[in-house]
Structure formats: C-alpha cells, structure tokens
C-alpha cells in the first residue's frame, strides 16, 4: 500500500529528458563561450592591425624615421631577442678607424638589438623611434668566438658590472664571410640567445622563400606583428652601413714592385 505522503518516483523517461535538457543547456552555454572569445579575438587582431596600419602610414610619412620604435616591433607577442651590444661592420682586418677610437677611448657604438621576423633591427637605444637599420638573417648563422678575440668595450653595458665578461659573435653569410661582429655581456646567456634567434630567423625566412617560389604563398600564415617586422625591416635594410675596406682589397689596390 501507498503512502499518500510520499512523492511519485521519477520515471526512466524524466531523468532521460532531463539530463537531455542539462545538456542542451550547457552546449549552448559553452557554444556561447566559444562565439564571444572568437568575436574578441576577431575584434583584438582587427585593432592589432589598425595600429600597425597606422604605424606603417607613419613610418612611409617620415620617411622611416618614426613609426617602428621598439614598443612597435614587439607588437603584442614581443620579440625573438632583445638586448644590448657593440657592433662592427665586416671582419675588421683593416679598419684604422675603429683602431683608433679604441686606443683614443672615442664613444663606444653600443645599439639595442632586436630580432623578430626575419631581420634583425638595430637601434641607437631603446627608445629610438625607428631601427638605425636592419640586418637580414636568412642564409646567415651566428658563430661565437673563443675569449682572446673578443673585443672589451670602454663603456660597460646596461646591467652589466665591472667583473663581467663579454663574448663576441660573428654573423657570417652563408659562404663564411664575416659581415658583421656583435660584442655582448655575458649576462644570462645572452650571446647563445642571440646566435639561436638567428638560426631560427634565418631556416624561417629559407622557408617562406621556398613555398613562394613553389607557388604556395597561401599557406604562409604569419601575424600581423611579424609582417609589420619584415616590412620595416625589408626598407631598412637599404640603410646598412658599408662594410669597410679590408687588407686584402687594399693590397690589391697597391701597385705590384716594377710597376712604374
């Protein structure tokens, strides 16, 4: 017998219909979830590419010499590597002028290095407006060179203190020529940071080329930061210093004994 106190029990069916119901409820909350994190990403990359549109308009406007500061490069998914450094342009063999600011104790040319892309900016600080010039990476490789070739600077680096040493890097093309000659503290392994940025620039760059001339330019997919970076980049790279004049172009030059 049945007491009329007690609540009818809930047949197989309900509790079907009801976690059917749950679930339904929950899909369209998590399909909900998902529909406004897309409208957001959607919304932040359409401003992340207003502003490098406005950036680019700035930096055509000045003629590059504003609109690629450091904060702009790094965008909003920051940099390869950062840091500070002594450059030299070419293999040093025969540079008088470099000898002489070292005896004389001339200013240090000490730039901020950025890589992201597939270049490497070089600024005269951090708060520079726009990259002094860009080096391209691909078909290049770092190479650290051992204590006794490394250059000490006068002036010590940012962060740097007086018992730190410094390692000097070569960046060689791809036939071994020495192009340029980065000099950096030693501090948290930056020289290692810098020459592995380097490979993964210059193999990302060989990359990209290969689908291009494959003809498979569509499945290239790269952010809006990264193609703003390679833009700059590519127009600054116009503006590298030349690379001076070594011993052996300079003995070529000479007039060979019995010439006259």
């Known amino acids: 017998?049945?007491?009329?106190?007690?609540?009818?029990?809930?047949?197989?069916?309900?509790?079907?219909?009801?976690?059917?119901?749950?679930?339904?409820?929950?899909?369209?909350?998590?399909?909900?979830?998902?529909?406004?994190?897309?409208?957001?990403?959607s919304s932040f990359a359409q401003r992340g590419s207003a502003l490098f549109a406005a950036a680019r308009a700035s930096f055509v406007r000045t003629r590059?010499?504003?609109?690629?500061?450091?904060?702009?490069?790094?965008?909003t998914t920051g940099s390869v590597f950062e840091g500070y450094a002594n450059i030299h342009r070419g293999d040093g063999d025969f540079d008088a002028f470099n000898v002489f600011s070292f005896c004389c104790g001339k200013k240090s040319d000490l730039y901020f290095v950025l890589i992201k892309g597939f270049h490497c900016f070089v600024f005269d600080n951090e708060d520079s407006k726009s990259p002094k010039?860009?080096?391209?990476?691909?078909?290049?490789?770092?190479?650290?060179?051992?204590?006794?070739?490394?250059?000490?600077?006068?002036?010590?680096?940012?962060?740097?203190?007086?018992?730190?040493?410094y390692i000097t890097v070569h960046l060689e093309a791809s036939l071994g020529d020495v192009e340029y000659k980065f000099t950096f503290a030693n501090i948290e392994n930056t020289a290692s940071e810098f020459c592995n940025?380097?490979?993964?620039?210059?193999?990302?760059?060989?990359?990209?080329?290969?689908?291009?001339?494959?003809?498979?330019?569509?499945?290239?997919?790269?952010?809006?930061?990264?193609?703003?970076a390679n833009t700059i980049g590519t127009a600054k790279a116009k503006d590298q210093p030349d690379a001076p004049v070594t011993a052996a172009e300079v003995m070529s030059g000479m007039p060979t004994a019995g010439a006259y």
């Open 1 to 41: 017998m049945t007491d009329a106190n007690t609540e009818p029990q809930a047949t197989v069916e309900d509790t079907v219909k009801s976690n059917a119901t749950d679930d339904t409820t929950d899909n369209k909350r998590r399909s909900s979830l998902v529909s406004d994190s897309s409208r957001r990403r």
């Open 64 to 75: 590059g010499t504003s609109g690629a500061s450091v904060e702009q490069l790094r965008g």
């Open 133 to 165: 010039y860009a080096i391209e990476l691909i078909n290049r490789k770092a190479v650290i060179q051992p204590s006794h070739n490394t250059m000490i600077p006068h002036i010590p680096h940012p962060g740097a203190a007086n018992e730190t040493q």
């Open 197 to 228: 940025a380097v490979a993964v620039a210059s193999n990302d760059a060989s990359t990209e080329m290969a689908r291009k001339r494959l003809g498979h330019e569509n499945l290239l997919t790269k952010r809006s930061s990264v193609k703003f």
